[in-house]
C-alpha cells in the first residue's frame, strides 16, 4: 500500500515540475492561448510569441517614435492592453476606428495606469486622461468630442512628453 502511494505522490511530483519548470503544456489558457486566438491578443511584450503575428507599427509625436500595437477589429479593441504586465515609455496601443464616436476606453483586466490620448480622423489630439488607474474598472472613459483614434501610453508619458491638445501624430 505505502509503495503505491509513493508512486502516485511521485507521479504527481514529476508533472507538477514538468509542467511548471520544464514548459510542458497544460491548460492555462491565460497563460498560453489557443493559436486561434492569438491574432487579436495583446502580445507585444510577451517575449516567446514572434513579432511576425503582431500588427506593430511606428508613428512620431511631439517628435518622438513610438512603436504601437495596432488593434482595428471589435475582439483586440475590446481586449486592449488588459494582462499587459509592463509598457516601455516609447511603447503603445493604437486602437484605430472605422468612424467618428466618443469612443470609451475601459481598464478591465489591466495591470497597469496608462495614459489616454484621443485624436480626431486629421490625427489631432482632442483630450486625454493621464495616470488612469486598473482600479477605475469598471468605469468608461470617453472624450467630450468624436475621436478616430485611441493612444494608450505608460502613464507618465504625456506628461514627460508635454503632449498638448493640437499635437498631431504621423
Sequence with gaps: MNNILVIILLLIAIVF???RFFGLPYTDEAV???KEDTNDMMYTFVPDVG???LNMQT???VGETFTV???DTNASRARGLSGTPALL???GMLFVFDTDARHGIWMKDMLIPIDILW???NKKLIEYREDVVPETYPEVFRPRANARYVLELKAGVRKELRIQQGSVFE
Design 17 to 19: 515540475v514538468g509542467t
Design 32 to 34: 498560453y492561448p489557443k
Design 119 to 121: 485624436f480626431d480622423s
Design 69 to 71: 500595437r495596432v488593434v
Design 59 to 61: 508613428l512620431v509625436l
Design 89 to 91: 515609455s516609447r511603447d
Design 51 to 53: 513579432l511576425e503575428d
